[in-house]
């Protein structure tokens, strides 16, 4: 009863921001994404008879806590699907992904915990199956079963049975990249989960970045099918713009954004008007994203490199979804 998988990160072109359901991690929106190649979790869980509560190491160190209780919540969720209710596992998961700086660990590594669990318990899912269950660790983990592009359909059913995502194209239909533009490595202040939910009940913007975003995730698919780059960077960086939006109007107002953050969102511009074509999305934290086609990776390369804040940058293709090792 042993299995271990890995899982990519992926990057939401169109973004995940808010739920209409708290418990079961339903959303308030479709998001669409890219997974990457380069940033992965690697989990593998173990059911033990011979335990009598789970064990969760990250890193190789023990895990104790909120994020071991995230862990075993979700546990209970697969134990009950398999009817294996007393059954207890060591999870041992490594992370090549910076944690809460804005890179979405938690995609990879709920995704990776999902595939690892279900199989090792016996469980044997469809993608769409194995993607419902997997949001119920984290909502935006769902897109990083599917290599490629993923759309996280919101489904309308209030028990989330057509909540998951789907692939929208693979990996090898679109040659886009990635550039995860490393400003700190400091923990954001406020988590996407609670900073999600603050904007939900308080922020007087939230419902006109729902109702816009239904228009942009319509005209992105469209982009991708077309392979229009100009059309999908510039719904891509607009989206994102009118999610960080929402925070200000928050009580109390918050932003992952810091000086170093519009510097690069700056550069970014500045490479465009000098016909440059690259656009920016920045998720729960300080960090930035430069999406770009290949041909123009060098030079975009360089220009994010001399920006005195850049710290590290992390150059990714397109990647697979879950891969059993
Ligand atoms: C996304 N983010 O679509 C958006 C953009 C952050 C900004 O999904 O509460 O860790 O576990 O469902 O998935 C981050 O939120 O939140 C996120 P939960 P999650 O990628």
């Known amino acids: 009863m042993k299995a271990t998988a890995k899982a990519n990160v ?14 079961l991690i339903l959303p308030t929106n479709n998001s669409l994404s890219l997974t990457l190649d380069g940033l992965y979790t690697t989990t593998t869980v173990h059911f033990k008879s011979e335990l009598t509560e789970d064990r969760f190491y990250l890193d190789g160190k ?33 992370n090549h992904v910076p944690t809460a700086a804005g890179f979405a660990s ?5 995704a990776a915990l999902a595939a690892a669990s279900t199989k090792a318990i016996g469980l044997e899912l469809t993608e769409e199956e194995l993607s419902r ?17 993923a759309e996280w359909k919101m489904g309308e059913k209030e028990d989330g049975s ?30 996407s989960r609670d900073g999600m939910k603050r904007t939900v009940e308080t922020s007087p ?5 729902v109702e816009s975003s239904f228009t942009d995730l319509t005209r992105m698919k469209e982009g991708i099918e077309n ?17 960080h939006a929402t925070t200000l109007g928050a009580n ?11 510097k690069v969102m700056q550069e970014v511009r500045k490479m465009r008007e000098e016909g440059i074509p690259a656009y920016f999305t920045i998720d729960a934290g300080p960090n930035v994203k430069v999406i770009y086609l290949p041909e123009h990776e060098e030079i975009i390369q360089k220009r994010l490199q001399a920006i005195p804040e850049v710290t590290n940058i992390t150059l990714s293709k397109a990647g697979d979804g879950i891969t059993y090792l």
Do not use: H
């Open 106 to 110: 938690s995609a990879s590594g709920f």
């Open 227 to 243: 392979r229009d780059f100009a059309m999908c960077g510039e719904i891509a960086e607009a989206n994102c713009l009118k999610m």
């Open 205 to 209: 913007f939230f419902q006109g970045w």
């Open 252 to 262: 109390p107002p918050f932003t992952y954004w810091t000086d170093s953050t519009m």
């Open 10 to 23: 992926n990057i939401a072109l169109i973004k995940y921001w808010g739920k209409r359901d708290e418990e």
């Open 133 to 149: 269950i997997t949001r119920r660790g984290s909502g935006s983990a769902c897109r990083s079963i599917y290599g490629g592009f």
């Open 162 to 191: 057509d909540s998951y995502a789907v692939q929208i194209a693979p990996k090898n239909f679109w040659d886009i990249r990635i550039a995860a533009v490393i400003l700190t490595d400091e923990k954001k202040s406020v988590s």
């Open 62 to 94: 023990q895990v104790t806590g909120v994020p071991y209780e995230r862990v075993t919540q979700f546990l209970d969720i697969v134990r009950k699907e398999a009817n294996e209710e007393n059954l207890y596992a060591e999870v041992r998961s490594e």
